[in-house]
């Protein structure tokens, strides 16, 4: 099956049923290390998981982890930035688990971590933003934030569809642009580079149904579909009727949508829409509603209460992410999941970087990628290892014992190092 790597000799693989996922005792786990502080980090996580594991389940239960490469790593080894044995090893152990790849900027490779989601087809980007108590956070109520962000993770402009300003293609594609399409709006179309933004009814159809299916299963109140719809109205605008008309569609019964309060308040007025939406509410139903990207980040700060499970495309969930992680203690304590609902493929991972300054000094905190190895666990539906991982930060944290990105908030915190702080976790457990 592979042509550099050793097949695993430890361990079986899950698979997708008709069920659902089929988790043997002792899965078969790829991980990658990652580049710049990964290997530390996954270091520190890796004890923090085994231990759990080991301690809820005596043995009967183990996670099996078999290295796979990607990024700096496979360079030195294989000479590939991404050698096929990798995304052999993803697609046919299914359930996997990374830290953080470098992308050059402006220029060089093009995201690793982006082609690793676009092979598998790993259409949502889960990632969760709650508050651990006593975390330093710069907002006066971080106990307000509990959202789950839905990004889409298969399109948009990270499709890497562009041309650089100066090549010939560029100047092909502004030809084209401004004689077939009768373009006349690009400024400076002499040294202008292009990118294009594919926003497909499928893709925004098949995110925003594992959203709502989401908010179902969770017991969640809302899901907001978050746009810049005024401005990009055949994409981000798209993706909000689209959005409105899956939920109306396909689950009329446990969904009531600001696109119906309008055609009632049209009808009959703001009191029989409010009437309305207030009778969902009391009836369980997940309200779907909207809003533009920019009062979004407004009122995720004023108000935080009032979003719940949030939907939205590719950049904006990128940027989303790591400002919603900020209300709750920053990028060291926030989890992700790269995931495909129908296949069953998730890779999960932290959601910030490979802090490169950081490098090998066995300093930033793991908590964002013990925590993506929580989601792992619920997801394998080990949720008493997940529980105890969850329970033994809590505490840490509450004990004061955190690293320099805490620390440097905190009044009377003993700051540790990433392999310290993993030591406190185990302790914990
Ligand atoms: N999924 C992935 O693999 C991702 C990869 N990247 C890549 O990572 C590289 C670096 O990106 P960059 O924009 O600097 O963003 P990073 O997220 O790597 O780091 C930015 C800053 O965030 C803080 N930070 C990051 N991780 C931690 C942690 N574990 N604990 C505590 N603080 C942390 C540090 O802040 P401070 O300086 O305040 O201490 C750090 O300087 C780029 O090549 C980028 O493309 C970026 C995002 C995701
Ligand atoms: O792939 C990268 O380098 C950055 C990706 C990123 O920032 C993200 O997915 O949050
Ligand atoms: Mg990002």
Redesign the pocket.
Known sequence: MFKKLDMPTRGEKIEMQDTGLHVPDHPIIPFIEGDGTGPDIWRASVRVFDAAVEKLYGGKRKLEWFEVYAGEKAFHKFGEWLPDDTLVALREYLVSIKGP???PIGGGIR????ALRQELDLYV?LRPVRYFHGVPSPVKHPELVDMVIFRENAEDIYAGIEWAEGTPEVKKVIDFLQNEMGVKKIRFPETSGIGIKPVSKEGTERLVRAAIQYAISHKRKSVTLVHKGNIMKFTEGAFKNWGYALAEREFPEQTFTWAEYDRIKEQSGAAEADKAQKAAEEAGKIIVKDTIADIFLQQVLTRPAEFDVVATMNLNG?YF??ALAAQVGGIGIAPGANINYVTGHAVFEA?H?TAPKYANLDKVNPGSVILSGVMMLEHLGWQEAADAIVNALQKTIEQKIVTYDFARLMEGATEVKTSQFADAVIKNL
Do not use: A, R, W
């Not at 995201?111 to 982006?114: A, T």
């Open positions: 790849l470098t992308t995201s690793l971590n982006v980007c990128d992410s790591d959601t970087g």
